[in-house]
């Protein structure tokens, strides 16, 4: 492209102060600052921004990629035949399912699991098993651990992570370490509830393992599952905000904050109605806050989620709102796609500092 170094030589520059001049006059004398609006309890937000307003220029936020891909996930419970669980986990992988989450209510053996993962190959996926507070965690991934030896793949090739009320990370990181290296099992989640509440709570539980660990390598176990809601703008800011903020409490326990969690995520349940065509729509907003604000596994609620017996329509119609965000939006392709927005930026920022300041009281 001609003069691509300079594609703006032709606009005259105007400043922050030249759009305020403006904005006073079309709002006809009234005071911009009654446009302020308020994001949670604490930050009090303006309309307006611009260059001139923010303190320097923010580079994109680091990750572990080169762009800003994520995981498609799905979630499935266990049927009483554990073939017709497997046979749905099979159809969501033909059709672009990339990570899946279990729920893990009663015991598993060894032969479940191979009914389990008939005809699946674990090293091409990421696995994540919630279990209940009366299951044993390592039970569950030894039982796992025996079926993987008829799959492809060393030790090494299988991704995943585990989640239960009761988990002691610094005893099951034990024995990850040996068997399922490239297996989570420092898992963070909280209720639902007020945005900035909730983040302060993942951080300070995060805190709280690396204070009860006496291994640093442990944050190589992060995973933070955040449950998103519908105010688009929030979300992003939210999620990029977690990063930062989780990047300097590892500066200040001296371990290199280039060790990024993995952030997932899915739908607060209170986002969502009775009405199943208001749900996919507010679906597609939700997802694509999400991956604007970098989720690395995204799981998006199928419309009729209030039915036990979610249909397959609504399942395909959840897979493929990610599809069009990445095959058609290329929202997958750009590290840190809301990097450069002033308005993000700057709800960034407060979010950041709020957050910070509630985890010193």
Known sequence: MEHQDNLFKDFETITAEAWLDKIKLDLKGKDPAELNHQVGENIVLSPFHHADTMAGTVAPIARNSNGNEWLIGETFRLEENLKLTNKRILHALENGTQAITIRVDRKLTESDFANLFSEIEPSYIYTHFAITDTIDPIQVLTAFERVLAEKKGEKTAFFGSISGEKIEAVELQKWTTSNLPNFKTCYIEVPSGDPMDQLTILIKKGVDELAKSEDPSIANQVVFRVKIGTDFFLEIARLRALRILWAN??????????????????????SQTEDPNQNMIRATTMAMAAALGGADLLTVMPADVGDANSTTFYRRIARNIQHILKMESFIDRVKDVASGSYYVETLTTKIGETVWKNLSK
């Open 249 to 270: 409490v590892l500066k200040s326990y001296g371990i290199a904050p280039t060790i990024f969690p993995k952030i997932m995520v899915d739908f607060d349940l209170n």
